[in-house]
């Protein structure tokens, strides 16, 4: 079975400072790792996904994201963010197979204070 | 492309009715799965359809069904309404069942008083 694991539930942060927002994963199988954003009274969209390769996954809005198989990470990042970055944020794992469902963290809430 | 239209946006029901949303995918996209997203639970997978068939189903009651039809347009249905189903349902399309990429719409929020 899946799991993800989002450590944190709230982020403060200041506008213009770093951001790091964490994930860890388990599951039995290879999965591919999503993150999507979600702004109030929105759906989800995609911001990075890792399939295979490269560890390190840039995404859209200057974020990016890092695959860490030995500790079953994949930890989010950007170097100086926006209020606009307001927003929940949910990792996701999809296992390597057809047919199989998106598994979501708990989201971790960032709030960005001028 | 349109992206993923649900309707309505917001619906209002009582306990022990009935209630259907609807889900409009990309156009060309054959896979719609829906969630169920609440600030206790979080979010949850309900089903997922490809080709009118149900392929994948997550651990709610039988109260939570859904279809697909041929235009790959999918609806959900909930039927005894509970309090506790009080949420976002959120729909999600993807070409087909080996794409990963998942595209979601705005969602329904769904009140039950």
């Known amino acids: 079975a899946q799991s993800v694991t989002q450590l944190d539930s709230q982020v403060p942060v200041f506008e213009e400072a770093p951001v790091e927002l964490r994930c860890n994963y388990s599951?039995?199988?290879?999965?591919?790792l999503f993150w999507y954003v979600q702004y109030p009274n929105q759906g989800l969209q995609l911001l990075l996904k890792y399939l295979s390769g490269s560890t390190l996954v840039k995404g859209i809005n200057g974020f990016e994201a890092e695959f860490n198989k030995s500790q079953t990470s994949f930890h989010l990042r950007k170097p100086s963010v926006h209020i606009s970055d307001t927003a929940e944020y949910f990792c996701a794992s999809l296992p390597g197979a057809a047919g199989n469902k998106l598994t979501f963290g708990g989201g971790t809430r960032v709030l960005v204070k001028p | 492309k349109a992206g993923v239209t649900q309707t309505p946006r917001y619906l209002i029901k009582t306990r022990g009715q009935q209630v259907t949303l609807s889900c409009s995918p990309i156009?060309?996209?054959?896979?719609v799965s829906w969630y169920q997203q609440t600030p206790g639970q979080g979010l949850q997978f309900l089903f997922e359809?490809?080709?009118?068939?149900?392929?994948n189903k997550g651990n709610f009651p039988g109260r939570f069904s859904g279809r697909q039809f041929s235009n790959s347009r999918s609806e959900m249905n909930v039927s005894t309404l509970e309090l506790g189903d009080s949420a976002l349902y959120l729909c999600a399309s993807r070409e087909g069942l080996n794409y990963n990429e998942q595209f979601f719409g705005p969602g329904t929020r769904l009140t039950v008083l």
């Open positions: 156009s060309g996209h054959r896979s």
């Open positions: 599951s039995s199988v290879s999965v591919y």
């Open positions: 359809y490809f080709s009118e068939t149900q392929r």
